[in-house]
């Protein structure tokens, strides 16, 4: 590559030099090379950030199909918790219907025996009748035989009394008999269940509602059970599908990148020819900025404002609550001084100069041009993309080669994201920071079309 470059300067400084006819031709078709290099590299930026966005929707579609996916587990699970207990529900009401038959056997044997109470009762009153029938004669033959007969009066008259607190007493036991009797009949037939015949009773009739209640819960878990499970097979398939889209996205990417480095290869041959081309004078005002800022980068080093290890520090401190993240370093100080004077003049070479700044080896801003150097608004992340872009670090792929560039200037073609969805196509002349020898950065100088 590098001999192709040397072999296409020398022709076109030979054709430059030549005061043959064929010198503005081969001028001219430099130059209508170097403009179709540069509508190539555009049109390959286009399609790079087109793959990335659609990558980038596509990692965030899989992303949310995962999230369904785990979501659909856990209701799955959910319908197969509800499902066992509902078969464990139902299983109860069995053992509560069976529960209840056997208190209605155990109620009928309470009935008959009250009734066997209540026969007994009603005997005893019989006898009370009868004694006291008995003790009434015995009295009026106590009183005919005279004093003779008086204490035995007396005993006959205590036995008329008794008999007649017996009687008393065994018919409030029949009373009460009674009254138990039809209560507990009640409930007997309330909770009776006869073999053949379906269950009538109130009780009975609320326990088949619940169980009905049940066994549609159940019905309906098993329902939605299976479509869960169905659901799960479309999403492993969705999810396959979604798999193969990003293996193809990347294979896509790594084409355009091949597709875009040969346009950036192109342009920069035509640069390296000699002649004069629509990106040269900006390659040349990189190339000037980067000289300016390592005479003063060398010149705070030679008078001890700053020390070598601070000028390099890497240790990027991150700043609280800021979004997009920013950080601090050593020399962020020095930077803010000297930097500006620099990139603010790059500025007004041309209206289509975007932005002029310098970065160390990782792509690390620590002042930026005047009009993007805002301080942050909390919770505009969008404002604060586009206004907010010093003491950042721009890693990606434009960011990172410009500022490890160590050849005299580098070109390339991307889209810039200006924040909420908004995006720019330009170019970027990137000329290296070498302080003392030693490799610090690089001026990017950005321009529109």
């Known amino acids: 590559m590098f001999a192709l470059r040397k072999k296409s300067a020398e022709a076109a400084a030979a054709a430059s030099a030549s005061t043959s006819p064929t010198g503005p031709d081969l001028r001219g078709a430099v130059q209508g090379i170097a403009r179709q290099a540069s509508r190539l590299g555009r049109e390959a930026a286009e399609v790079r950030g087109l793959i990335d966005d ?3 929707l596509n990692r965030q579609q899989t992303e949310a199909v995962q999230a369904l996916a785990v979501r659909l587990g856990e209701v799955q699970r959910a319908q197969d918790g509800i499902g066992a207990t509902t078969r464990e529900s139902l299983v109860g009401v069995d053992h509560a219907r069976e529960a209840v038959a056997q208190i209605g056997r155990e109620v009928g044997g309470i009935v008959d025996t009250l009734r066997q109470v209540a026969e007994a009762a ?3 009153t019989r006898i009370a009748l009868q004694t006291r029938l008995v003790a009434f004669n015995a009295s009026v033959e106590a009183r005919r035989a005279g004093e003779a ?3 035995f009066g007396v005993v006959a008259d205590a036995v008329k009394d008794l008999s007649a607190q017996v009687e008393a ?3 409030d036991i029949l009373g009460t008999m009674a009254e138990l009797d039809s209560r507990i009949g009640a409930l007997a037939r309330e909770i009776r269940v006869r073999e053949g015949e379906a269950p009538q009773g109130a009780f009975h009739r609320a326990l088949a509602e619940v169980q009905a209640g049940v066994s ?4 309906a878990a098993q329902d939605s059970g299976r479509i869960c499970e169905g659901i799960n097979g479309e999403m492993s398939a969705i999810q396959a599908e979604m798999r193969r889209a990003n293996g193809s996205l990347q294979a896509a990417t790594d084409r355009s990148e091949a597709f875009l480095k040969i346009g950036e290869t192109l342009i920069e041959v035509v640069a390296d020819c000699g002649v004069d081309t629509e990106d040269t004078p900006y390659i040349r005002a990189a190339q000037q900025a980067a000289g300016q800022v390592t005479r003063l980068l060398e010149d705070a080093l030679r008078t001890r404002t700053i020390a070598e290890a601070d000028l390099f520090d890497e240790h990027y401190r991150p700043i609280p609550g ?3 993240p920013q950080h601090s370093t050593r020399y962020c100080e020095l930077a803010d001084r000297l930097f500006p004077q620099v990139q603010e003049r790059a500025l007004e070479m041309s209206e289509k100069v975007v932005f002029c700044i310098s970065v160390d080896r990782n792509g690390y801003v620590a002042a930026h041009n005047r009009a993007c150097s805002q301080p942050q608004r ?5 404002w604060n993309t586009a206004h907010s872009r010093y003491r950042r670090i721009f890693d990606d792929r434009t960011g990172l080669a410009s500022a490890r560039n160590s050849r005299p200037f580098l070109l ?4 810039r994201d200006m924040g909420g969805g908004q995006f720019v196509v330009m170019k970027e002349a990137a000329a290296p920071i070498t302080v003392n020898g030693r490799h610090w950065g690089a001026v990017r100088l950005a321009f529109r079309f």
């Open 54 to 56: 659609t990558a980038r």
């Open 122 to 124: 009603g005997q005893i």
């Open 149 to 151: 007969g008086r204490g």
């Open 169 to 171: 007493s065994s018919k």
């Open 216 to 219: 549609r819960i159940h019905a």
């Open 322 to 324: 800021t979004e997009p």
């Open 378 to 382: 909390p919770g505009d992340v969008a």
């Open 412 to 415: 390339q073609t991307y889209r």
